[in-house]
Structures are given as C-alpha cells and as structure tokens.
C-alpha cells in the first residue's frame, strides 16, 4: 500500500487556518529565507493528495504550484470542472482512503503527500500515515480549522527530529507507531 | 503587576487531559530520568496560581508536591475546606487576574506559576502571560481537555530555544509579545 506523509504548518493553537479559512498568519518574518524541508519533501513523494477544499485553495493562487500529480478526493467535482492547463497534472477520485492508497500501490506510488485538514484527519484515524513533519508557527489565534480531529483511540509516535529556525518556526518530525 | 509563567505539557493535538481529567498518556518511558526544567522554573517563580479543578487533582496525589505557596482561585471552595496539613501553603482567593496579580505584586510576588487549563486561558486573554514553556508529548488523543481557547485576537509569540529529548518530548520556550 503506499504510504501517506504530512508536512504542514500549524499555530501554537494547533490550527491549520482561521475559520474563514485565510492564512496570512503563516507569513512570518524570515521564514521564506530558511530550508523547512518542503522541497526535499516534495522530492521524496510520487504525488499528492487533497481534498476539494485545499484544491480549490490552491486554485486560487492562480499559479498552480505543483509539478507532480495531484489526486483531489472529490464525490461532488467532474473531470470536465478541471481547468485546461492543468488537466495533465490533477484527476478527481472518489474512492476512501484505504482504497485510494491499494489502487496508487498498484499504479507505482510508494509515498503520498497528504494534504488538508480534513483529509489528514481521515487518514490518520484509518493508520494510513507513516510520518508526518508539524512545524509549529509562534502564534495563538484563538479558534480556526484544526489539524486534528477524533480518534478511534491513542495514536502513539516516535519522535524523530527537531528543529528549529531563526523565524521562530519549529518544525518536528514524528513517525506513527503501529498499534499493537 | 507580577508576571505569570506557564509550563505545561500537551499531547500533540493539544490536549492537556482526557474528557475524564485522566493524564496517563503523560507517562512516557525514559522521561522521568529527563531533566525538562520543572525545578529551575519552580525556583524562579515565589509561588502558584491554579483553579479548583487542578487543585483538587493534586490533592488527589494524597502527598502535597509544592513547597512554595498556592493561590486557588475559587468562588466556591472556604479556608474552612482548606487540610490541616497544607493550611501554611495554600489560599483560596476569588479576585480575578488582574486584580489578583496587582495584589500580589504588592504582597512581594515577582513572578507567579500559572497552572490549569482555564486559568491559564483566562490569564493569556487579558495579557497577564509573560512566557511559556510548552511540553509536546509524542501522542495524538484524539480529544480531551484542550490547553488554549477563545482569544480577542491573535497573540505572537517569540520562540526563544526549543529543546528535545530521547524520551521524544519537545520543549519550547516563548516569550508573549507585548500588542502594538
């Protein structure tokens, strides 16, 4: 099965973005002059997965950033809703997370960047993440979209690396221990 | 007005208890031989502030762990309630923060420990948080008691030394940057 990975940013908080969804609160003074991983990161995977919600938030940079494939899980968006230029680099599915990770095995992916709020969340409650890099913005903003959600039960990890960088980012990297 | 200073661990969903008040995930292997500053914090601050629900956990532990006075801010509990045994360390007052830290500014206290999850968010919210050192434990919950809650508006945060250790836990230290 391929594996899925996290690399994202939070607040203190532990919020992904406000509640209306802006994250102007990630620019940090400094932070775009320092390495946090994310190239080496996105050199490491096969491609992405998101939601429609982060997929719809990235449409709207109007670049579209991203040169590997980008599954979004949609049951809503149709093929024929993706935009001309990108049609090469993106395709909707429908399928659920341990599904999805057995069919991209199957198509030649080893790892996966998991990507959005709501879909870290369903992969993480169904064991599909082996590690994933938090980096931690020092900032509380009281209320937002949360990274985390419910769990079935603990979710244990061992820490592996910690770093932090003169913006005032920390950024840690954990991997998922297998329950017993 | 004296200051007040938080040292807290959470998982790493923020967390600071289970819904039932239960720390047991907070005992990780290897962590009890770790130095995490808990002693040189408690010989830098002249005593506590914690609510009822953290006081009445720590009775609980049947010893009494603080040599330094304890303020519980209470509107309920009397000094009738108070065990002989600790009735020359702890006092129950019902001032609110700022009043309470003008008090004890006059009464010599230069720093004070903020412990507890709704004291601690109340004193974050009207600024009487000078710096925090916050204690990840390499778990998700899933849910709980979170640490941080509602906020009037952001509060930034200057990250002064993050710290790891074999155990897996992750200290960092942040200073509250003063609003414009």
């Given at each position: 099965m391929t594996s899925g990975h996290i690399f994202i940013a939070t607040s203190?908080?532990?919020?992904?973005?406000?509640?209306?969804?802006?994250?102007?609160?990630?620019?940090?003074?400094?932070?775009?002059?320092?390495?946090?991983?994310f190239a080496e990161m996105m050199a490491s995977v096969d491609g992405l997965i998101m939601g429609r919600g982060t997929y719809e938030k990235v449409l709207e940079?109007?670049?579209?950033?991203?040169?590997k494939p980008v599954i979004v899980l949609t049951r809503?968006?149709?093929?024929?809703?993706?935009?001309e230029h990108i049609k090469d680099k993106v395709s909707f599915r429908a399928s659920d997370p341990a599904e999805l990770m057995t069919d991209l095995a199957r198509e030649g992916w080893i790892r996966a960047y998991v990507d959005g709020g709501r879909v870290i969340q369903s992969f993480l409650s169904v064991g599909l993440i082996k590690d994933m890099v938090l980096t931690r913005v020092?900032?509380?903003?009281?209320?937002?979209?949360?990274l985390f959600g419910a769990l079935q039960g603990d979710i244990r990890l061992n820490h592996v690396e910690t770093q932090s960088f003169p913006s005032g980012l920390v950024s840690s990297r954990y991997q998922i221990i297998e329950p017993d």
């Amino acid at each position: 099965m391929t594996s899925g990975h996290i690399f994202i940013a939070t607040s203190l908080d532990g919020y992904i973005a406000r509640e209306d969804g802006s994250i102007d609160w990630l620019e940090v003074p400094g932070a775009e002059l320092e390495d946090h991983g994310f190239a080496e990161m996105m050199a490491s995977v096969d491609g992405l997965i998101m939601g429609r919600g982060t997929y719809e938030k990235v449409l709207e940079f109007g670049v579209w950033p991203y040169e590997k494939p980008v599954i979004v899980l949609t049951r809503s968006l149709k093929a024929a809703d993706i935009p001309e230029h990108i049609k090469d680099k993106v395709s909707f599915r429908a399928s659920d997370p341990a599904e999805l990770m057995t069919d991209l095995a199957r198509e030649g992916w080893i790892r996966a960047y998991v990507d959005g709020g709501r879909v870290i969340q369903s992969f993480l409650s169904v064991g599909l993440i082996k590690d994933m890099v938090l980096t931690r913005v020092p900032v509380l903003l009281g209320g937002g979209r949360p990274l985390f959600g419910a769990l079935q039960g603990d979710i244990r990890l061992n820490h592996v690396e910690t770093q932090s960088f003169p913006s005032g980012l920390v950024s840690s990297r954990y991997q998922i221990i297998e329950p017993d």
